[in-house]
């Protein structure tokens, strides 16, 4: 009798923070209206959505310094800024972990990682994981490609970058491209929602 | 020395290696969906507790000593314990054995090699977002079926683990 108490409690528990479908999960569904931020970037300026009045969107990253995944993706997210920013999509990362938890994401680390790798567009930091909340960025890396639609951004694809982390050279479906393509071209977005494993976001305790 | 007590000792050394080496639970098989898929269809009445991690994930090797307990506490019962490794394949003999031995884990582990994450990560459950660790529990004869995203503890896959074991 004690023990089943104990495990229809225990059930309860688990049921209420560890069952979330993604339907009912906090945060952004393609189609919504993503709000503006303020963060501030590794060279002390603020950058917010409303900085990026003449861009046709935004390629917001979730991304950070000590994930395999992310250091894995680099190059290819500084190729999606190099090859789509002038198409007016620039990227914007943002690094949304608590560098209590993961000292390798701290600040000045973030500094550090950019320099070294010659990042060309902002890279931010989620100091209260607001930013983080509020999408539903639940990893790293984590894109919502944000379109323009009026005087503010719509989210119109969220996910992946492509279908293969480790070996981009065996990649058969880069996701964020082809997102990118269709919305260039005045399509819908064909697949706006796509899966990863990822490093969860290292929320604060 | 005489020749039959040589033959004794070369065959303890023998033994002993070959304990030491079971023990060690390497090398890691490597596994693809169609291994998961078995696994789910099947009609088995063993309880499977499959946690997704990574030797890089630093939650996910926190949490290892749990599953290790559960696959210690019911080891005479019908209850299987497989930690499905998401390392890169590369790296399965650079990083994940050498981890497996230097941890001295029992449970077993199996590598998913299946890159094209967004193929498979709603096979295993639609409510994973795809962050390790994750960890399912399922029994398929008794039709229970739990999935956790994120840090579990020890009470929750006790309490989980008791609850699948029983029709």
Same mark, same amino acid.
């Given at each position: 009798m004690k023990n089943t108490m104990m495990f229809l409690i225990l059930l309860f528990t688990f049921l209420v923070t560890s069952f979330s479908p993604d339907s009912q999960r906090p945060g952004y569904k393609p189609g919504d209206v993503a709000g503006d931020f303020s963060l501030k970037n590794i060279n002390g300026k603020m950058v917010s959505l409303?900085?990026?009045?003449?861009?046709?969107g935004v390629i917001v990253i979730f991304t950070c310094n000590h994930c395999p995944y992310s250091v894995a993706y680099e190059d290819r997210i500084i190729a999606l800024h190099k090859n789509y920013a002038g198409k007016g999509f620039p990227v914007v990362a943002i690094n949304p972990n608590d560098p209590i938890s993961?000292?390798? /994401?701290s600040y000045e680390n973030m500094k550090i990682r950019a320099k070294e790798k010659g990042f060309k567009f902002p890279y931010l930091?989620?100091?209260?994981?607001e930013i983080a909340k509020a999408y539903g960025?639940?990893?790293? *890396?984590h894109v919502f490609i944000l379109k323009r639609e009026g005087s503010g951004f719509v989210v119109a694809y969220i996910g992946a970058? /492509?279908?293969n982390s480790n070996e981009p050279e065996l990649v058969q479906e880069k996701y964020a491209e082809q997102a990118l393509n269709e919305i260039l071209s005045g399509k819908?977005?064909?697949? *706006?929602l796509t899966k990863a494993i990822g490093c969860g976001v290292k929320w604060r305790k | 020395m005489l020749k039959k007590e040589w033959i004794l000792l070369v065959m303890m050394v023998l033994l002993t290696c070959a304990c030491i080496a079971q023990k060690a639970n390497v090398p890691v098989e490597v596994v693809k969906m169609d291994w998961y898929q078995k696994l789910r269809k099947s009609s088995s009445d063993t309880t499977y507790i499959l946690n997704f991690w990574a030797t890089w994930c630093v939650p996910c090797v926190a949490e290892l000593p749990y599953f290790e307990q559960i696959h210690q506490n019911y080891a005479d019962r019908k209850v299987k314990v497989i930690l499905v490794s998401l390392d890169y394949v590369k790296q399965k003999e650079k990083l994940l054995e050498p981890f497996i031995q230097k941890k001295k884990i029992h449970s077993k582990v199996v590598l998913l !090699?299946?890159? !094209?994450y967004n193929a498979w990560i709603d096979q295993i459950d639609?409510?994973?977002?795809?962050?390790?660790?994750a960890t399912q529990i399922f029994n398929p004869k008794y039709s229970r079926l739990f999935f956790i995203e994120g840090e579990t503890t020890f009470a929750i896959l006790d309490s989980l683990t008791l609850n699948s074991i029983r029709p």
């Open positions: 409303n900085d990026f009045k003449d861009s046709k993961y000292p390798d /994401d930091i989620d100091e209260t994981q960025a639940m990893k790293t *890396p970058i /492509d279908d819908p977005v064909s697949q *706006p | !090699n299946e890159p !094209n639609p409510s994973w977002s795809g962050t390790l660790p």
